[in-house]
């Protein structure tokens, strides 16, 4: 699991309607996020702009609240917690599954919204936090829309706003197992193919680069976690990644990027979500992704 939440902003409405609302809410996500730090290795949370785009109120930013009480302890709490952009800059396989992916989140009224927070974490593996807004927010757990690379698929997602997600009390004890569990699940664990190197297939096709895309099939396929090499994909001559896009039931598709054609295949790997698969891909690209 990541060192940091995302920030669910679709969390910002209904807007407060006084500083004094606008000050408790503040607050009031300030204890939720500690009890979470509690529990969870959380230390950040992510989100897409600075402190001047989380609206409090309509006239009132995050920061305009945190220029008005300076010498109040809870600045500090703040000035430590946001961190941007929403997806972290160093990881560029889950940019990339970020820029390929857009999630969207089933509401209380049953209206589906676009949500970016949601999708940011998503292709992170991490859930995100929010403040407790309205009666929706008041949930742990919430059914995401996620398409990728074409495919849409439906997934239950965390979104913390609330600390009673950690409370005793019998109405709320539920909360967390069930958050713990969702954790639990999110954790990567990789599982070995049963085949040999020389067991996993290699079809790649076609007369133009067929040689170097075998040769490459077969280290790839001295990886535990890789199952064969499946097809060739067109060329890719302007792309300089090794791997071009990743897809939730264990498919990578790599990009000779040394290549000046670009030549490119699709891999089987033993990932089984999305999750998995990207921790392969990071892998497989630190192994063989600058391979002459």
Known sequence: MKSFACFNELSMQPLCTSEASAELRVRNFLVMVKEVRKHTHITKVRHAGDMTTIQLTPTMTLQDYLNAHTKQPVVMALLGLFTQPQVDMDDDISLQSYFDTSAEVTMSDNTVTQ????????????????????????????????????????????????????????????????????????????????????????????????CELKEHAKLLNRNPYVEGAVTSLPFKPHYREYVLKIYDNGFIDIVLCWEDVGYSMRVKTTGRNVAETKEIAKILREKFGMRK
């Not at 009666?135 to 059914?143: L, R």
């Not at 829309?145 to 109405?171: F, H």
């Not at 999110?186 to 790649?204: F, G, H, I, T, W």
């Open 115 to 210: 949500a970016d927070g949601f999708n940011a974490a998503y292709c992170q593996n991490t859930f995100c936090v929010g403040f407790e807004s309205c009666a929706t927010w008041q949930s742990d757990f919430f059914e995401l829309s996620v398409t990728s690379n074409g495919k849409k698929k439906n997934v239950s997602w965390a979104c913390i706003s609330s600390p009673l997600v950690y409370s005793s009390e019998k109405e709320h004890a539920h909360r967390k197992p069930a958050f713990d569990q969702w954790l639990q699940e999110r954790n990567v664990k990789l599982v070995e193919s049963a085949m040999l190197p020389e067991q996993k297939p290699v079809d790649v096709e076609g007369d133009h680069g067929q």
